[in-house]
């Protein structure tokens, strides 16, 4: 498989007992392949060596960002074949235990539709593909209306983040801001906590230089809203603040039909998206400590899942080969 210009792809092929020109078993137990020398216990340590790297690169803290990409595809490109391998792995855990609990809840026999359901909520749709694919389709949009440079993107919660965390890999500012159930939480937080928010709204660099896109799953529910309320108390122009809903922006672009995104979506309604986010659901209307939140915002710049970061490297090589078959000159690195 190819990755951008120069590197490919590639497990690492051990020797077969059947190809009898390319090897001859020795006293020692060494094999002989190709002029070198491998012993069983070389290949196993090898293996160990590579599971071991892996490891670190998932208990990473932080974001799969655009330059530990480039560098994994130059020194480390089995990285992305165990990531695929581990987003398919937790696919199927995730899927086995949401069937135990269907079985749970519907011990009667359900109808057609119900069964419908069911199916829909035990299956995961993320794709890593589909999120680099919607990466790019929102990018082109906002180039289109707002000018290439001249915006920003307030990523709000988790529902979309796992679209957002690919688009600073296209040049795309974006600020990430850890709220959820926000959708009336401006009345029943308290001051302390919302003065959190705007604090680190404005070290963030959030201005009037630039048009600021706040950006959900919809552009109609309360949550939005209140973001919008929270950013006019930093003294941002009006007309320097939009509204905008991930769902629309890729409904009304050419690249899907509702259907589509419907399943895209489906999983975010389930708040299954969190997985593959990278942004935790901090719930802003908990009466806990006020100085919670302001540790949470701190935490929030080291947090990450395993299974995000996987999902994050996977969905990023899509992106380069998306971009690689558009224009072959033009890589992520």
Known sequence: ????????????????????????PQNNSKITYLSQSYSKIDIENEIRKKEVLF???LLKKGKVD????????????????????YYEQFKKEKEQERRMLSKEYFKKDPTETEQELIECFIKIF??????????????????????????RIIS?????????????????????????NISDG??????????????????????????????????NGGSIYNCKR??????????????????????????YKEEE????FYDVAYEKVENFSNVPHFDVQTKEDTQLYHKQIKDFEQYSKKIARAFSLCALFELDNIMHKKNPRISLD
Request: proline residues 4%.
């Open 66 to 85: 655009f330059k530990e990409y480039c560098y994994i595809k130059k020194n480390y490109p089995f990285f992305i074949t165990k990531a695929y391998k």
């Open 230 to 255: 929270i950013i006019e108390q930093l003294g941002i122009d009006k007309d320097k603040i939009v509204l905008s809903s991930l769902f629309d922006e890729l409904a009304n672009s050419d690249n």
């Open 261 to 264: 995104l419907e399943k895209i």
């Open 156 to 180: 709000v919660g988790t529902s979309p983040a796992f679209i957002t965390q690919i688009m600073p890999s296209l040049g795309c500012e974006v600020i990430y801001l850890p709220i959820s």
């Open 126 to 151: 993320t794709e890593p593909k589909d999120a680099a694919k919607c990466a790019l389709t929102l990018k082109k949009t906002y180039d289109n209306d707002y000018g290439k440079k001249n915006y």
């Open 1 to 24: 498989m190819r990755i951008g210009n120069n590197f490919n792809l590639s497990i690492p092929i051990l020797p077969k007992k059947e190809n009898r020109k390319h090897y001859s």
């Open 55 to 57: 490891e670190n690169f």
């Open 186 to 219: 401006v009345e029943k937080a308290n001051s302390t906590k919302l003065s959190q928010i705007s604090k680190y709204l404005k070290d963030k660099g959030i201005n009037n230089e630039k048009t600021n896109i706040i950006l959900d799953y919809v552009n």
